[in-house]
């Protein structure tokens, strides 16, 4: 069964410094997702893109984040400059339409110190 | 604006046991409403949806019906195993593109 796939399971990164934390989705799959979830939080919303643009952010989405699909299969979120607030678990999703399923990968877990 | 309030955990009960966990939400129009589930280790699967008022989702023996007049989606199974152990979420998607989540309740199931 086709499955999304994150790397790296376990990112630990010191403030002020870039992430990029990596998605692959489902292959046939035209919307992407980026949620996280803070210990012991909600998982929140952060973006949606399609058709190689954003097409919804939330207000936590600000300047430091940045989302792409530089090629055919990966799916990436670069943190610019990486706050202590910003260690969570982040979760990739995917679905072939809107309405349907969103297949969710198993996250990536940040650490930031 | 959109939220889902979910019965907070933890939740810990016998195999065989009557499982319940509450879910309210908040929302303008008609909302899908989901229940994900979340296993130790692994992603969120989707473990059932309702799509409009009156609707009954089910799966794997768990089901929750969309209740528009008390604006919940309560989460049931009539006995639990073991396996059943893991975090399981509520959500609603107000426009079909974001998942809007409750806070998640981990429920363990004992032998």
């Known amino acids: 069964e086709p499955e999304v796939t994150q790397t790296p399971s376990h990112q630990v990164t010191q403030m002020g410094q870039e992430v990029i934390l990596r998605c692959v989705p489902i292959s046939n799959h035209l919307y992407f997702y980026w949620y996280r979830q803070i210990l012991g939080q909600k998982v929140e919303f952060l973006v949606s893109f399609y058709n190689n643009e954003i097409s919804e952010k939330s207000e936590i989405f600000d300047d430091q984040f940045s989302v792409e699909r530089p090629d055919g299969s990966n799916f990436t979120l670069k943190i610019r400059s990486t706050k202590l607030e910003d260690s969570a678990m982040y979760f990739c999703a995917s679905t072939y339409r809107v309405a349907h399923e969103q297949y969710f990968g198993p996250g990536t877990r940040l650490t930031v110190t | 604006g959109n939220s889902v309030t979910q019965m907070e955990g933890p939740v810990t009960l016998s195999e065989e046991a009557f499982l319940t966990i509450n879910c309210t939400y908040t929302?303008?129009?008609?909302?899908?409403l989901f229940w994900y589930v979340q296993y130790p280790g692994e992603g969120l699967q989707l473990l059932l949806k309702a799509t409009k008022a009156d609707d009954k989702g089910s799966n794997k023996g768990f089901e929750a019906t969309y209740r528009k007049e008390t604006t919940s989606f309560h989460l049931e199974k009539g006995s639990v195993q073991v396996s059943d152990s893991a975090v399981y979420f509520c959500?609603?998607?107000?426009?079909?593109?974001?998942?809007?989540f409750g806070a998640g309740t981990t429920v363990t199931v004992r032998a």
């Open positions: 929302a303008t129009g008609y909302p899908s």
């Open positions: 959500a609603l998607s107000p426009n079909d593109y974001k998942l809007s």
